[in-house]
């Protein structure tokens, strides 16, 4: 009896001894957690994670910096928000998240700041500042060269020009593209037929795209984001009464969609032939010169199209903008795809006549223009940056004896790639459906600050990844 009840006043001491300490760390623990609240409520909201992928923001606009804090937030105003260097963006807030959009390209090889000031948490209490830095990649781009001694290449570079690596090479290579994640190339087969092969960015897992039936693939584009590619079609088999004649064409390069067979793009009532397109940027929307110069914005099928008018020619769309540069019969144009406003193209400060005009992202455009001797006569040409307010830089001039192929503009616009064909008279063009000079350059020109009119890089071959259409 003594000895239960010795056994039983134990086993009470050992439970009250239990519930006393569990009791104790439940205080501890509560008390913890509140003294936590309480200091993260009077310190204000903390980032707690930061993504951005710098890589992507490089290549288009709308890439993102979204800070994830330790409190729920009250909405951020774009006034708080400051990048450097300056950049156009707009914010969001969800929850304890706060994004930062993008609105260009960013530059390559490049420090950039986010700071955003005066972060409140939903409840109230102190404020903070937030201040997030990230590093953009060099610059990194692809370069065709036709003709060599393995055949037709597609080398990778950067701008020192001394580290070109070949990803693709090809018998018969007319044009390519490179989009986020892939290369698509447009090559004549050994049987002269069409085909578009599509590999990873460093050429590997190769497969073919099918193509709309027998016949000649052109005008080769992509958009800047979505893996979607474009181009114009005419069947091998056309006359006057059947076959298609320039019909355009989009399709997702996906590797769940590669298989489908490329839609094509028909506005009702329009000519179904296209003579000149391009993708609007940050949108599923084309804009297309049909072959009675009407002037088309339309979705990626065709649908719900609006006309603006008759053009001569689209000369471009600057990456991250809504802006069409289009040549009237009166004139060249900029159109805002978002309203169908349009003013006439800001004139240089004396430039001579303009053959070709390049958007450029952050404001103004490339123009080459011919240099006009005394009598009236061409004497070469001046690659020239005019802003928006018509103050002209010249980029490059080029010597009557050298052609201007092409310009392309670098995503962010930090850079101009000027195609030149040296010494026209003795460069004789190629046999090709897209025919090119045998001989070409590619003279890469700083646009920013400083650097402009510096020459970065002079690479061997044309279509550098940064030209949105084919050179004509």
Known sequence: MSSDTRAARSRRRRGRSFALSFAVVLAVLALVGTLGAT??????????AVQVDPDAAVAASGSRLIVTTSQSLAEVDPAQVTVTPDVPFTVDTSGRSVGVQFGRPLDDDTEYTVTIADVQGLGGGPSTTITESFHTPPAELYVLQRGTADGDVIFRTDLAGDA??????????????????HLVVSVRTDDDQA?????????????SLPLPGDGFVSNLQSADRGDLIGYTFSDAALDADSGRESALFTASLKDAAADDAPAQVEVDGADPR?????????????????????????????????????????????????????????????????????????????????SSVTPVAAEGTVRTAAVLDAGGLPSGATVAYVDDDGATRTLMDVTSADTVVQTCVSPSGRYTAVIVAPDSVDNPYDTYLLPMPERLETHVIGMRGDETGDEVVVLSGFAVSWCQVPAT
């Not at 991250?320 to 309203?339: C, K």
């Open 274 to 354: 296209v003579a000149e397109w391009r993708f609007v940027p940050d949108t599923d929307s084309i804009l297309l010169l049909s072959f009675d110069g009407s002037l088309l914005l339309t979705g990626s099928e065709g649908e719900d199209a609006t006309a603006l008018g008759n053009a001569l020619a689209i000369e471009g769309i600057a990456r991250g903008s809504s802006v069409a540069v289009v040549d009237r019969a009166e004139g060249m144009d900029a159109i805002d795809l978002t309203d169908a406003s349009e003013e006439p193209l800001v004139e240089g400060e004396g430039l001579g006549p303009v």
């Open 39 to 48: 200091i993260g409520t009077v310190q204000g909201p903390r980032a707690t």
């Open 164 to 181: 070109a690596t070949p990803v693709f090479t090809h018998p018969h290579i007319e044009d390519y593209r490179a989009t986020a994640a």
């Open 195 to 207: 085909e578009l092969i599509v590999t990873d960015l460093d050429g590997a897992d190769q497969r």
